[in-house]
């Protein structure tokens, strides 16, 4: 069965909190057990991913995997698309944790991204990527697997 994936974007804070767990273990590692496991711990934040694979048959699913090996798999509900957009998309997430306020407490991110648009102009984020060429690429692919019209708002 023909099928499309898509790697979700891994956010940079994680990346630095599992490269600091890393490199805080190497310090305890010969010291104490809780070494082994921050370098699991850093591990596992790093090596962990998720991404959706789109099946020609709309069955769906959303595959945990550990360094690119797939441990398992769940059922993923999509809008069946009318249509399928590619456009760039800002982001911002907050920088505040609990009662702690951050300077300059949001962040943005800028990205291009792949959404369906289903009835009543219902939409869902499928992939989200820096690199444009990879949009374009796997939007035109996803088209065609799934026989809908592809809006293209990047070349314009």
């Known amino acids: 069965m023909k099928s499309i994936k898509f790697k979700e974007y891994k956010n940079i804070k994680a990346k630095y909190i599992g490269i600091g767990l890393l490199v805080f273990s190497l310090f305890i590692l010969t010291q104490e057990f809780s070494g082994i496991i921050l370098t699991v711990l850093g591990t596992l934040i790093l090596g962990v991913h998720t991404e959706i694979e789109v099946f020609e048959n709309f069955e769906n699913k959303l595959n945990i995997t550990v360094f690119n090996m797939k441990l398992f798999s769940i059922k993923k509900e999509l809008i069946y698309p009318e249509y399928i957009s590619l456009f ?6 907050s920088n505040e944790f609990s009662t702690v306020s951050a300077l300059g407490s949001t962040a943005e991110f800028d990205f291009y991204v792949i959404r369906f648009f289903g009835e009543n102009n219902k939409n869902d984020i499928i992939f989200k ?6 949009i374009l690429s796997k939007g035109k692919q ?4 799934l026989n809908v019209e592809l809006v293209n708002k990047l070349e314009n």
């Open 88 to 93: 760039g998309q800002s982001f911002s997430s």
């Open 129 to 134: 990527s820096k690199s444009k060429e990879d």
């Open 142 to 145: 996803l088209a065609n697997l």
